[in-house]
């Protein structure tokens, strides 16, 4: 038993993908969440944009991330790029528009990041904003919470 564990650890750094089992999906305060479960934390006039615990954690070990292009533009709801687990692949909207000034390029080398750091380290792109008034067509963290358990039970 525990050469298996052993083999399926290696595999898993192999694979850059994670092997440790989550009790729950958290959810920041100090963010704001689309319905298509996209996080982002504003600062300023700029926006950090990424997938929250609850998608990662519904699409199992994540394997690749595409990466938009730097200096391209974003906008609210649209698609800027996808995320590919061992179970699917999910499009990646932007909750915020804006001009992309950057990319986590760590993504390319370590997808699992998306799991293990959803909001931290697993960060997908950070963007200037062009419409802070769009911040107000987006959930706060008490309704994210219950749009996901209302969305959970009827799964």
Same mark, same amino acid.
């Given at each position: 038993?525990?050469?298996?564990?052993? @083999?399926? /650890?290696?595999?898993?750094? &192999?694979?850059?993908?994670?092997?440790?089992?989550?009790?729950? /999906? /958290?959810?920041?305060?100090?963010?704001?969440?689309?319905?298509?479960?996209?996080? %982002?934390?504003?600062?300023?006039?700029?926006?950090?944009?990424?997938?929250?615990?609850?998608?990662?954690?519904?699409?199992?070990?994540? %394997?690749?991330?595409? =990466? *938009?292009?730097?200096?391209?533009?974003?906008?609210?709801?649209?698609?800027?790029?996808? %995320?590919?687990?061992?179970?699917?692949? /999910?499009?990646?909207?932007? *909750? %915020?528009?804006?001009? +992309?000034?950057?990319?986590?390029?760590?993504?390319?080398?370590? *997808?699992?990041?998306?799991?293990?750091? *959803? &909001?931290?380290?697993? @960060? +997908?792109?950070?963007?200037?904003?062009?419409?802070?008034?769009? =911040?107000?067509? =987006?959930?706060?963290?008490?309704? &994210?919470?219950?749009?996901?358990?209302?969305?959970?039970?009827?799964?």
């Amino acid at each position: 038993m525990a050469s298996r564990m052993l @083999w399926a /650890s290696r595999a898993a750094a &192999y694979l850059r993908i994670s092997t440790f089992n989550r009790a729950f /999906s /958290s959810v920041l305060g100090d963010l704001k969440y689309a319905d298509t479960h996209e996080w %982002v934390k504003i600062e300023g006039d700029s926006a950090t944009i990424g997938i929250t615990d609850h998608a990662q954690d519904h699409l199992g070990d994540v %394997v690749y991330v595409e =990466l *938009p292009e730097v200096g391209g533009a974003v906008s609210q709801g649209k698609n800027f790029g996808a %995320v590919e687990s061992v179970k699917a692949t /999910s499009d990646v909207n932007s *909750p %915020v528009s804006g001009e +992309i000034v950057k990319v986590n390029s760590e993504l390319s080398n370590c *997808p699992g990041l998306v799991n293990a750091s *959803p &909001y931290e380290k697993g @960060w +997908i792109l950070k963007v200037k904003l062009s419409d802070p008034g769009e =911040l107000g067509n =987006l959930m706060d963290s008490e309704k &994210y919470t219950k749009f996901c358990e209302e969305e959970d039970a009827n799964h």
